[in-house]
């Protein structure tokens, strides 16, 4: 294995997934070549700090679930924009013995319109 | 605790409790690899939904010769292809600032490894998420994206040395 080599699967040996025949290879390898295990700590330091770096990336809202599972259950909720009235919206939603109940509501001049209530299992 | 092919042999069966469970181990998932690809918290939302959705109808369909979290965002892949098409068409934007700053400190070194992971192409920085965050192979991530896994290692190559430049 030359260096070229070795630096394609450093990355992989640092993020922990290269398979076994590669990783005995690579190991070899670094223990004959200075440069490249500075280039493999390196990359272990970078794959700390990038999952870092994904790990506070936002995480998506909750409305989303109730959006997906009006889709699964085939109710075109498509056909209304939860976001733009989200603030008079009020959504229900619970576990309750493998059903999920769906239930959202709509104020409207401080009066609660029922948007939607479906017990599980209303496809 | 299920693991994940219980649970989508469940969904398989439209047991919604079970739909839930998995939305709830990869909708935080595939929003950030959404984001990786789009750069825009909404239009990865909407891949999130389209996703889940598609795992929803066609969990049948898992034939369980990989993992399912590759197949998962296999699936997240082309939903978030198949919507870049559909804005591509339309005029909305993408390109809002990939990640948060880290409120605990070192702000500073987080905004360099922000910016680094910036300057990645979309290709590049989806190996780069799949691959450290996500711990898949190349194998893996061969398979995800549908090119030669001699592809996927060349990317990753190029995004470290590009990475290590900025963040040396
Ligand atoms: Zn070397």
């Known amino acids: 294995m030359n260096c070229r080599q070795a630096r394609e699967l450093i990355p992989w040996q640092a993020a922990g997934s290269l398979p076994g025949e590669e990783r005995t290879a690579l190991a070899a390898h670094l223990a004959g070549c200075p440069a490249c295990r500075t280039e493999f700590a390196q990359a272990v330091r970078l794959v700390r700090e990038l999952r870092g770096a994904f790990a506070r990336l936002p995480e998506p809202k909750d409305e989303v679930w109730i959006r997906t599972l009006a889709r699964a259950r085939g109710i075109p909720l498509g056909s209304l924009d939860v976001g733009s009235f989200l603030l008079g919206l009020s959504i229900g939603l619970s576990v309750r013995g493998g059903k999920v109940p769906l239930t959202g509501e709509l104020k409207i001049f401080g009066h609660r319109v029922p948007l939607f209530e479906i017990e599980g299992g209303a496809r | ?168």
């Not at chain 2, 598609?54 to 979290?69: D, I, P, Y």
């Not at chain 2, 600032?97 to 290709?123: C, H, I, K, N, T």
């Open chain 2, 1 to 168: 605790m299920a693991d994940d092919r219980e649970l989508l042999a469940r969904v398989a069966a439209h047991d919604e409790a079970a739909f839930r469970r998995l939305y709830e181990r990869y909708a935080t998932r595939v929003f950030c690899y959404a984001l990786t690809i789009l750069r825009n918290r909404h239009l990865a939302e909407e891949v999130v939904q389209d996703t889940m959705v598609a795992v929803w109808e066609g969990a049948a369909t898992f034939k369980g010769s990989s993992r399912v979290s590759t197949w998962i965002f296999g699936v997240a892949r082309n939903q978030a292809h198949a919507l870049l098409r559909r804005e591509a068409r339309g005029a909305r934007t993408a390109n809002e600032p990939l990640v948060l700053p880290d409120p605990a400190g070192q702000v500073e070194r987080a905004e360099r490894v922000r910016s680094a992971l910036e300057r990645l192409s979309p290709q590049q920085r989806e190996v780069v998420f799949l691959a450290f965050y996500e711990g898949l192979s190349y194998q893996e991530i061969a398979r995800i994206l549908g090119v030669p896994e001699g592809t996927v290692k060349s990317r990753m190559y190029h995004a470290k040395r590009a990475l290590a430049e900025v963040l040396a």
